[in-house]
């Protein structure tokens, strides 16, 4: 009687940390999937400022001036 209350308290201690297990490992997985994300996107504004497409320092600068001097 024993070995049998201690064989089902083994199996229902497995199962409920098998069942915590498989949703902490869910949670993680969700964690790395939503930090990726983040990253990516910080990644992509960090690029965006870097080459600052609409800044003010995307003069181009190797337009010829607009007054030259004539050769004598």
Not at 16 to 40: C, E, P, Q, S, W
């Amino acid at each position: 009687m024993e070995l049998t209350v201690i064989i089902a308290a083994a199996l229902v201690g497995f199962w409920l940390f098998f069942m915590v297990l498989k949703r902490v490992l869910r949670m993680a997985l969700r964690l790395a999937v939503i930090g990726a994300l983040i990253l990516g996107l910080l990644v992509g504004a960090l690029a965006w400022w870097w080459y600052d497409p609409l800044g003010s320092g995307s003069q181009n600068r190797d337009a010829t001036p607009g007054r030259t001097r004539n050769a004598r």
